[in-house]
């Protein structure tokens, strides 16, 4: 799991509480605690998502697409562009071990 040492999230206190993950089309959905990974949520709400590189962002098995709430998770880190370049992702993918939840957002996978 990836630790900053400043809160990703800029807190609204309107939707400070609400952090929602859904994983479509599983029909599973978690509560992102703060600074949690969309790794971090699909693992606790059982919806498998690939990884081997242990979270540190460079394998991108973990490539999810964000289908709604995008705006909900913190801004890309820097590893997570260069290998979003490397890869040539989709500017709606990321990388589920680097994006941290801010708030309620929905993805999925290619092979769900």
Do not use: H, K
């Not at 799991?1 to 206190?13: K, N």
């Amino acid at each position: 799991m990836v630790r900053r040492s400043f809160s990703a999230c800029r807190e609204d206190p309107v939707n400070s509480s609400s952090r929602i993950v859904t994983f479509t089309p599983l029909g599973r959905s978690a509560s992102a605690n703060r600074d949690e990974t969309l790794l971090d949520v699909a693992r606790r709400a059982g919806a498998p998502l690939g990884n081997s590189c242990g979270g540190i962002g460079i394998c991108a098995r973990c490539r999810v697409r964000v289908l709604s709430g995008a705006e909900q998770l913190d801004q890309p880190t820097t590893i997570e562009r260069q290998v979003s370049e490397q890869r040539d992702l989709d500017p709606d993918e990321r990388l589920a071990c680097q994006a941290i939840v801010c708030g309620d957002c929905e993805i999925t996978t290619g092979y769900w």
